[in-house]
């Protein structure tokens, strides 16, 4: 309850109020806002001189991947997996693609009819730099969850369950191996390429994504009697308290580590490409 609550306030604080509009928010707000995205941020690569169909055969080969990836692991292993943290994730990552893939086409569309624009001129003379509609921002607030949710649940399974399950000599499989693997190098992919801010206060939502999980996981068990998909989430458990401490504190570095990858990606595009890099912290 204090997370959703510090979430909350971290959002009615920071996030700028907008209103909604087949054409973008026409209300004004400033420029410096954390939360301000314009329209054609969801879809241009962050070099200007990039075509932005490159950014499309991207989201377009990922989505197709891990959409193939998701349906034979349930295939596999049944709608159970649906039970777990990860293939949430998962499956918010493979759903951020299929809109990222739209968004390009779209892009690409654009750019194919005003390209001397786009290239050229600025943010604030473009009559097409206006500020996103409700999509776009659940499309950046989607990227945003992504990133930390990937860090966490990857660096559980690297480096917690992966040494645990050695010990015991078990194999892992294939399909569990590359899920664990396959959507960060994406993840990553996209992170290098897209022009999308990464406001630190959308933790918020990344911790709101978590307890939607975990109250998802309390409704189950009260109304089934079945197994946790994670021991640490038993409130049987005396320790109960602790681990959800634990898991909720772990949110903070994994975030983290993610908005220090986009620094180092700002630091070093503005580096090697000083001239056409249009990438916002």
Known sequence: ????VLSSILISNNECPRQDSGKGCKQKEPASSPGILYEDEVWKPCIRSMHPVYLLVLRAFAFVVLLLMLILN????????????????FTLVTIYFALGSWFSIQGCYNYGHKCSEYLHSEPEVSSD?????????MFQII??????????????????????????DYKLNFLI??????????LLAETALNSLRFPWFRIAYFFLWTIVYVIFQ???HACICLWWPYPFLDLSSSYSPLWYSAVALMHIPCY???LLIMKAKHSLMSKWFPSSYTGKQ
């Open 256 to 258: 983290g580590i993610f």
């Open 177 to 186: 191996v590359n899920m664990h693997l396959i959507n960060a190098v994406f």
């Open 143 to 168: 990227f945003q969850m992504n990133a930390g949710a990937v860090v966490l649940t990857d660096t559980v399974f690297w480096f917690i369950i992966v040494p645990f399950l050695a010990i015991r």
């Open 74 to 89: 349930v295939i596999v292993d049944g709608g159970t997996i649906f039970f777990y943290y990860t293939q949430w994730t």
């Open 129 to 137: 730099h206006r500020k996103a509609g409700f999509w776009a921002y």
């Open 218 to 220: 309390w409704i189950l």
């Open 1 to 4: 309850m204090a997370s959703m």
